[in-house]
């Protein structure tokens, strides 16, 4: 018996970010109601200490809740609910705890899907707080982008080509246009195109998945697009912030996974090269011995043959 798959499924994965999630839960339930659009939504909490999930329980029990004991990281918790919702659903939308959604925004991006059957991964468009355009579209990362990661270009390129920006005209105009990838904050996969490429890469513990999907759904022949008329407030930085070293030290790791996968020997040598001399002389200037560790964990990574998986290390360093 063949069971009608719904138009969407929700997934959310939280760590202390309680206030954040509620008024998240809050603006998707307004956005689902007023689209007209049948969804299941999943949250999964990575072992959060804070009350979220007494607050989901008893502000928002139309969601299902997924409470784990521990910290999965956010990339093997997604892959969780990816794996149980992937027959339910058309699409997945993989949403971070600190977004709004407006109104008329998932509608948007269903019917977006709809039209376009070659488009495996959507983003919104993405607004700050105050209603500013946040950077959401990106081209895929080399050795220009790290230049400007590790501070070694003018400030003045920034927001440019060179770094990998999309021109903002485009954020301005009602129609899609095709890019890399798009910040993971708020992107929707068909579920035809996740079963294609396969799951997120649970090596990425943050930071890089979304590229790294992207990136191999390009390979596979999918395209991934920015829908300005879809639009989404992406607070940011809500869970990250938390524990600034230990998430440095996860984003070069994953960094160094990333261009491992999808780079050449080339760009891949310079690129380490540059790494690991900025990272020896902050080592050697380190301010506390968090950032120490940060900064060993990230020289380590980036060593010729690799080191530990970000996966192997808790959320504790």
């Given at each position: 018996?063949?069971?009608e798959?719904?138009?969407l499924a929700?997934?959310?994965v939280?760590w202390n ?10 603006s998707?339930k307004?956005a689902?109601t ?9 949250v ?9 999930v ?7 029990p ?32 993989l949403l971070n ?6 109104e008329?925004a998932i ?5 977006f899907?709809?039209?376009h ?11 700050n707080?105050?209603?500013s355009?946040?950077e959401c579209?990106?081209?895929?990362p080399?050795?220009?982008q790290t230049?400007?990661?590790?501070g ?8 440019t ?5 999309y021109?903002?005209?485009l954020?301005?105009q009602q ?9 993971g ?12 490429v396969?799951l ?12 790294d ?24 930085g ?9 998430t ?8 160094i ?7 050449g020997?080339l ?9 690991r ?10 301010e506390s011995?968090?950032?120490?560790t940060?900064?060993?964990?990230i020289?380590?990574?980036?060593r010729?043959?690799g080191?530990?998986?970000?996966v192997?290390?808790t959320?504790?360093?």
């Open positions: 018996m063949v069971t798959r719904l138009p929700v997934i959310i939280s970010v309680a206030a954040h999630l509620d008024r998240c839960l809050t998707l307004h689902l007023t689209d007209e659009v049948e969804a299941v939504v999943w999964i909490d990575n072992g959060s200490v804070d009350d979220t007494e607050m989901i329980r008893e502000r928002h139309w969601v299902e809740l997924h409470a784990q004991e521990t910290n999965l990281g956010y990339v093997r918790a997604n892959n969780l609910g990816l794996t149980a919702l992937l027959d339910r659903a058309e699409a997945i939308w705890p600190d977004t709004l959604i407006s008329g509608r948007t991006l269903l019917a899907l709809g039209t059957p070659g488009a495996g991964l959507l983003g919104p468009k993405l607004l707080a105050d209603g355009l946040q579209a990106f081209r895929f080399g050795l220009t230049l400007f990661s590790l070694k270009m003018p400030d003045r390129l920034y927001y080509a060179l770094n990998g920006r021109a903002p005209a954020f301005e129609d899609g246009f095709v890019i890399d990838h798009p910040l904050a708020a992107m929707l996969a068909r579920a035809d195109a996740v079963r294609d396969g997120l890469d649970d090596g990425f513990f943050m930071y890089c998945e979304e590229i999907w992207a990136w191999r759904m390009r390979k596979a022949g999918w395209q991934t697009w920015l829908v300005p008329s879809s639009e989404v407030t992406h607070i940011g809500a869970s990250s912030q938390q524990a600034r070293p230990a440095t030290a996860y984003l070069w790791e994953s960094r996974r990333l261009y491992r996968k999808h780079r020997w760009t891949q040598a310079l690129t380490r090269g540059l790494v001399r900025t990272f020896s002389v902050r080592l050697a200037q380190a011995a968090n950032w120490a940060a900064y060993d964990r020289l380590t990574a980036w010729s043959h080191g530990r998986s970000p192997e290390h959320k504790e360093e």
